[in-house]
């Protein structure tokens, strides 16, 4: 069985004691690549350093994350778009709006996802959105590139079944992760509505950790948690779900 846990922040401060074993128990859990978001511009050599340490296991991205989104935004994304000059990226992300914390950036939040995605179309290359508390913002976005050659997925989904649908229909994937393992979580309904052609796995790590490591520090060998969960939803075996889910990954991204 081979899994792809395609949002994992491996490069963060939280694993600096111990990558090396977070990347072993993954590959022995039969998790066969991981892929890296980027954040910001002080997050690139971490990420890079991270990607060239375990080569053909981990994939890096390109991108300026929504709350990093200040007054310079412009400079920043000019910057990491002259940097994928000179690596190769699978994706642009992750990138998108969130208004849960602050909305005083939110019309440069939609400036530097309007920008970036321009960018992706460029590149050819998928895009990796988050989107918190801020659907409509990021649907309002992605519209405004109708017709053109856009792929991506929805990371952290957290939407409603009609989210899901629009997302289907303009051919975004959803990233499913710990929350779909919660009690009382709603995920499970929309995932199956969405149905499996459109879900890839993700850990978001070291954040949201499944059950039953809920509140501590997430990792990616903890996708076979969430792929079990998957395989559950849809009645099917975890063989099967890591196969359909590995192969939509694999599609996105060009992997």
């Known amino acids: 069985m081979q ?15 111990d990558r090396d074993e977070i990347v072993n128990r993954a590959v022995g859990s039969g998790v066969v690549r991981l892929l890296l978001p980027n954040i910001d511009l002080k997050s690139v050599g971490a990420m890079l350093s991270a990607a060239d340490r375990y080569k053909n296991i981990c994939f890096p991205m390109i991108g300026l ?11 920043q994304i000019n910057e990491l778009e002259r940097i994928s000059s000179e690596h190769k990226f699978i994706a642009i992300g992750e990138i998108g709006i ?5 909305k005083t950036f939110l019309k440069e939040q939609m400036d530097a996802f309007r920008q970036q995605v ?36 929805l990371h952290a989904f957290s939407g409603s079944v009609q989210d899901a649908e629009k997302a289907a229909n303009m051919g975004f994937m959803l990233g499913i992760g710990g929350p779909v ?19 890839i796995l993700e850990t978001d790590s070291p954040y949201l950790a499944p059950v039953p490591f809920r509140g501590k520090r997430n990792e ?15 009645r099917i075996s975890e063989e099967e ?3 359909l889910t590995f192969e ?7 992997i």
């Open 3 to 17: 899994l792809i846990d395609t949002h994992t922040h491996l490069y963060l401060p939280e694993f600096d004691s």
């Open 65 to 75: 994350h929504p709350t990093s989104v200040m007054s310079d935004f412009k400079a």
């Open 98 to 102: 969130d208004l849960y914390w602050d």
């Open 118 to 153: 321009g960018f992706a179309i460029k590149a050819e290359l998928p895009v990796v959105v988050h989107s918190r508390d801020a659907f409509p913002e990021v649907f309002s976005v992605l519209d405004e590139f109708t017709g053109e050659k856009l792929s991506g997925v």
């Open 181 to 199: 393992t919660y009690k009382n979580s709603k995920l499970g309904n929309i995932v199956k509505e969405a149905g499996i052609n459109s879900i």
């Open 220 to 234: 990616s060998s903890y996708i076979r948690i969430i792929n079990k969960k998957i395989a559950e939803i849809f």
């Open 241 to 243: 779900s890591a196969n």
């Open 248 to 254: 939509n990954s694999c599609r996105l991204f060009k």
